[in-house]
């Protein structure tokens, strides 16, 4: 059984549990996006949109746990490759929670319930809607979702790049060998 916690040279068990079940939800709400915009009203668009906003936030919440890992590990972890992965790495945390956080300030704002895994999550409100809460999300929700989509595609690329030019094989320490 592999070691739970990172070391120097590789990721542990659970920064690559967090890694990949992060990926694969990512994954999914790309998905979700892309049957919203191209098949809208479609019986997959109903069902695929369904999920959107509770898997929203189950990401949030993974980020967080998965920043807290990393917090804990932070003496153990492997090197960052270069001062732009690091920074890299960073803007794709800060949008994993930026962009649930402005949708949950839209979905107060708007005064509807959220209800996310058979929890209520916010109860909703009948007086006028918060348009201070509103209007960010309008406005960076779809945006930033967009940059982090093109993010991950490149932060998959650099991890190929970096496996096929030699030097740091970055996917090997993720992937456990």
Do not use: C
């Amino acid at each position: 059984m592999s070691n739970l916690h990172d070391s120097a040279q590789r990721y542990g068990a659970v920064t690559r549990w967090l890694h990949w079940g992060m990926a694969v939800l990512l994954g999914w709400q790309f998905l979700t996006v892309l049957a919203h915009a191209l098949m809208e009203d479609s019986a997959l668009d109903k069902f695929l949109w369904g999920t959107h906003k509770a898997t929203g936030l189950l990401l949030m919440v993974l980020v967080v746990i998965r920043l807290l890992w990393a917090l804990y590990n932070s003496s153990r972890r492997p090197a960052p490759v270069s001062t732009l992965a690091r920074f890299g790495h960073l803007a794709l945390y800060g949008l994993l929670f930026v962009i649930p956080f402005v949708a949950l300030l839209r979905q107060y704002g708007s005064g509807r319930e959220f209800v996310a895994f058979g929890m209520t999550i916010m109860p909703g409100f009948s007086d006028a809607k918060i348009e201070w809460m509103i209007a960010p999300a309008s406005l960076l929700h779809g945006n930033l979702g967009w940059l982090l989509l093109f993010m991950v595609i490149g932060h998959a690329a650099m991890a190929f790049v970096h496996r096929r030019q030699g030097g740091e094989d970055v996917l090997a320490r993720m992937i456990g060998r």
